[in-house]
């Protein structure tokens, strides 16, 4: 299935922060619009944008204005456990980051599944293969058919 993957962290990282931007919001945006306008071009018609936030009820907006009014949007939370999240981080974070990163997960991991809007798929990963869950994820959407078996 054509389809386009866009970090959204990276669309918003400049630096200094746009002025009166300090979320990197806008850039972020522009950035999107901009690399989605090229893959459409390509003739990707899916994108898989990957961003804490981006399930937020908050986000509709931005890809309604980079992708057309008529968007469907999917969101999907990928879940773990707090003992999986921090064996993950602690095995590629180096130094005094872990901690940092441990703190922060633990605090988005909160964050989103208060204000994930409903309908939003949760996809619990601990112990799954990325492929198992790239199944799950791609049946939910409709991208392709989900496997019997």
């Known amino acids: 299935v054509a389809h386009a993957v866009i970090d959204g962290d990276f669309m918003g990282q400049v630096h200094p922060a746009p002025e009166g931007d300090p979320h990197r919001a806008a850039i972020g945006e522009r950035n999107l619009t901009a690399v989605w306008r090229n893959c459409a071009g390509l003739g990707c018609r899916r994108l898989v944008h990957v961003n804490t936030v981006s399930v937020l009820e908050e986000s509709t907006g931005m890809f309604r204005r980079a992708m057309g009014e008529g968007v469907r949007i999917v969101r999907v939370l990928l ?15 180096l130094g005094s980051e872990p901690e940092q990163e441990l703190r922060g997960s633990a605090r988005e991991a909160r964050m989103l599944d208060e204000r994930a809007p409903a309908g939003t798929l949760r996809v619990a990963t601990d112990g799954r293969t990325v492929t198992g869950i790239a199944a799950e994820v791609t049946a939910a959407t409709g991208w392709v058919p989900e496997r019997v078996g």
């Open 79 to 93: 879940t773990a456990t707090d003992e999986t999240a921090e064996r993950r981080l602690s095995g590629r974070e």
